[in-house]
């Protein structure tokens, strides 16, 4: 078979990738010429975000260029946020969720993402998180997926993709065949899912299979190894795991997309190219880049390693061309959809609603049986927010943590945020940052993940051997071990979140009243009793 000459090949590579871009008002000259050309979709990053409406402008002159344009966005809510990474998010994430267990919660939570995201002209949403995260010490999935049980995290997967696709917004569930098992940064190294295949399917898969039953028509890639499919090539690049398994045994048809490209797991065995080309010829649709790698130059490479591998038969034209296809299908599916969708209301307090159920209180002391004599506090606070290095993922500079929240209610708050690097002198440090000013005041430990960096477990052991009548609070996926005299769990370090917890610390009554809003003595004897 002759391929189609270099022009033709050049537009079906531009079909396949969905890259990134640096700009928030202005669309740069180059994406415009890749859009003329043939480019499948562009993906926004928190970089292309100051507020909604620069966004809807943003998203306006990129469909001027093809009114099909596929623009995606990975907002998943709770602490991974593109359209709040300057603000922190008002919505909680999907462990948030998953604790509180009510569906149409999760949904209604959903379909406020969706409405802000219709509302700025975005039809594709890398989201939900579908990964079980059966491994507390996951370094990348941990509070973003709704928990370590299938069973929950497959009806609110399927939840969310309703709430998200009834505004007019599609629904990307992630990361096949799971992440949640894993204990290795795919930014850095290359995962690996270690339990057999009836292991798997009976763990990992219910929840995609979730998402296709609730109508999600796109699946995003895991940048992991797993044996038991496939001991060779990672799941991205893997035909037996996105041919034989997602499109055979599944039934999936629609839009396969890689997770971001240039991520080492990858990258660093085929270097970004080789895998771009291996994850199209593997069965994958779309290709996500940008996240890390912006320029034009790198969607140079991609494309001419694309056109490169069809005329020295790597890639045959007729995948490539096929990719494409389901592309602009998709393209097409959910243009149609978002310009479908009608005006889905104003604003809400949902978000803060879910995040203020979502917290748990755990008294330490066994002959405890309330927190009273230590909640509301009766003396000014202070704060010591206990913050690590986020993975990329996450913006680490995103706002979280309750001492801003709790300094809001209580102006006499005081607090001091410490990393590990900040640390060197330990017992020194802590006295002198922490304990000193403590001094007839509450002390407040705020911890991010305290389970999985040795350095935070440490350092909350030391002030709790001094300050036994801490309270601590667990930002991100709690330890079955209560701490502290008072152990508040919040299943996410969102910017509602640290607004519940100020809300319980000073006994400040939830408003508006409704009957998603209980009143404050309601909220505490809910959250006492893990309800």
């Known amino acids: 078979m002759v391929s189609s000459s270099p022009p033709k090949l050049e537009q079906l590579a531009n079909s396949v990738l969905q890259p990134g871009f640096v700009g928030t008002t202005e669309v740069p000259d180059w994406l415009r010429r890749r859009i003329a050309a043939g480019l499948g979709g562009v993906v926004l990053f928190g970089r292309n975000i100051v507020d909604p409406e620069q966004v ?92 370590p049980r299938t069973d929950i995290v497959s009806r609110h997967t399927a939840a969310w993709i309703r709430g998200l696709q009834s505004a007019g917004v599609a629904a990307c569930a992630k990361h096949f065949p799971g992440h949640g098992d894993t204990s290795v940064d795919p930014h850095f190294g290359l995962p690996r899912v270690t339990g057999g295949a009836e292991e798997i399917a009976r763990t990992a898969l219910p929840p995609f299979i979730a998402a296709m039953e609730s109508g999600v028509r796109a699946v995003m890639t895991a940048h992991l190894l797993v044996p038991a499919y496939d001991p060779a090539l990672p799941a991205t690049l893997s035909p037996r795991i996105l041919n034989d398994l997602l499109r055979g045994e599944l039934g999936f048809d629609g839009m396969v997309v890689t997770d971001g490209i240039e991520m080492g797991a990858v990258t660093d065995r085929y270097g970004i190219d080789g895998a771009t080309v291996r994850a199209v010829a593997g069965g994958v649709d779309a290709v996500c880049v940008g996240g890390e790698r912006a320029e034009e130059s790198t969607v140079e490479l991609l494309t001419a390693a694309l056109v490169r591998a069809v005329l020295d038969g790597t890639l ?127 002390l407040v430990v705020v911890v991010r993940d305290a389970a999985r960096h040795r350095w935070m477990t440490e350092a909350l ?38 607004i519940a917890v100020a809300e319980l610390l000073t006994g400040r009554a939830p408003s508006p009243e409704s009957a998603d809003n209980p009143s404050s003595a309601e909220l505490f004897t809910a959250v006492r009793a893990g309800t």
Not at 466 to 484: I, N, S, Y
């Open 56 to 147: 809807t402008g943003l998203t306006t002159a990129l469909r001027a260029e093809n009114p099909d344009l596929i623009v995606a966005i990975d907002e998943e809510a709770g602490d991974v946020t593109r359209m709040e990474a300057w603000t922190g998010a008002s919505r909680p994430g999907n462990l948030a969720l998953g604790a509180v267990d009510d569906i149409d919660l999760t949904e209604r939570v959903a379909h406020d993402i969706g409405r802000e995201l219709h509302a700025a002209g975005i039809t594709l949403n890398y989201a939900p998180s579908a990964d079980v995260n059966s491994n507390p010490l996951n370094p990348v999935i941990g509070v973003r997926s709704f928990g």
């Open 316 to 442: 045959p034209e007729a995948r490539l061309a096929e990719a494409g296809t389901r592309v602009r299908s998709f393209a097409a599916w959910s243009g149609a959809r978002s310009r479908a969708a009608t005006a889905t209301g104003l604003p809400s307090d949902i978000g803060l609603v879910a995040a203020r159920r979502a917290v748990r209180i755990r008294p330490r002391r066994p002959e405890a049986d309330s927190t009273e004599p230590f909640l509301p506090l009766t003396i000014a606070p202070h704060v010591v927010e206990l913050s690590p290095v986020m993975n990329p993922a996450v913006d680490g500079g995103t706002p979280w943590g309750v001492a801003g929240p709790l300094r809001a209610l209580r102006p006499d708050t005081t607090s001091v945020r410490l990393t590990e690097p900040e640390l060197d002198g330990f017992d020194e440090v802590l006295d002198r940052a922490a304990l000193t000013p403590a001094h007839d005041r509450a």
């Open 461 to 498: 052991a030391r002030l709790l051997r001094t300050r036994p009548d801490a309270l601590v609070v667990e930002m991100g996926v709690p330890t079955g071990v209560p701490l502290g005299a008072v152990h508040l769990i919040t299943h996410g370090a969102t910017r509602v979140s640290g």
